[in-house]
Each structure stands twice: as C-alpha cells, then as structure tokens.
C-alpha cells in the first residue's frame, strides 16, 4: 500500500523558510514527485516536480526561492521554501506518480498547511 506522509508546515512571517518533507513507503520502481498547493477559493497547482533522476521543474512564481530535492534511500522529497511571501500560503500536498507497466498512477498525500502572515 502506497504512503505519503507529509511534515514541515506551519506559520511563517514574510521573508522566512521552511522546509517540507514527503516520505513516501509502499512504492517501487520508477516514479515521479511533486508538490502541489492550493490555495483558499483557487484551484490546485504545480509548484515543483522532480524526476526519479533528479530532473526539477518549478513553476514561474517560486523560482530562485523554492529549492525541490530527493533522497532515493529514503524515498524522500524535500521542499525547501524562501524568502517566503504571503502568496505563498496555501494547503501544500504531495504527489507521487508510479509507473505501473504502461501506466501512471498517482498518489496523494493529506496536505500541509503553510501559513505565510506578520
């Protein structure tokens, strides 16, 4: 049984860090990992993904400040956040795509709240 346990929200001032982690258990093989938010009243996005070889995308808004990385012995995803903005502030969910065969099968994780106010 696939798991994503998420950890590392919380409340932040504007300016500051944090850094969010995804363990994943149950997966093997190749897959993929990212994180996504949401925002209140807006739909969920992409903020950054990361390949099984470490490829990294991230979205326009978090570039230069958001840092995705992953740690294969852990299956383990790292999401380092700064110089945080109040925009910032959503429910932050993790993502693992599998490759099962021929098909992709995506899992989620219960979500983090980041919280980004004076």
């Known amino acids: 049984q696939v798991q994503l346990v998420e950890s590392g929200g919380g409340l932040v001032q504007p300016g500051g860090s944090l850094r969010l982690s995804c363990a994943a258990s149950?997966?093997?093989?190749?897959?993929?990992m990212a994180w996504y938010r949401q925002a209140p009243e807006k739909q969920r996005e992409l903020v950054a993904h990361?390949?099984?070889?470490?490829?990294?995308n991230y979205v326009d808004p978090v570039m230069g400040r958001f840092t995705l990385s992953r740690d294969n012995a852990k299956n383990t995803v790292y999401l380092q956040m700064n110089s945080l903005k109040p925009e910032d502030t959503a429910v932050y969910s993790c993502?693992?795509?599998?490759?099962?065969?021929?098909?992709?099968?995506?899992?989620w994780g219960q979500g983090t709240q980041v919280t980004v106010s004076s």
């Open positions: 990361i390949t099984s070889n470490g490829i990294t």
């Open positions: 149950g997966i093997f093989g190749i897959y993929t």
């Open positions: 993502n693992a795509r599998v490759l099962y065969g021929s098909k992709w099968v995506d899992y």
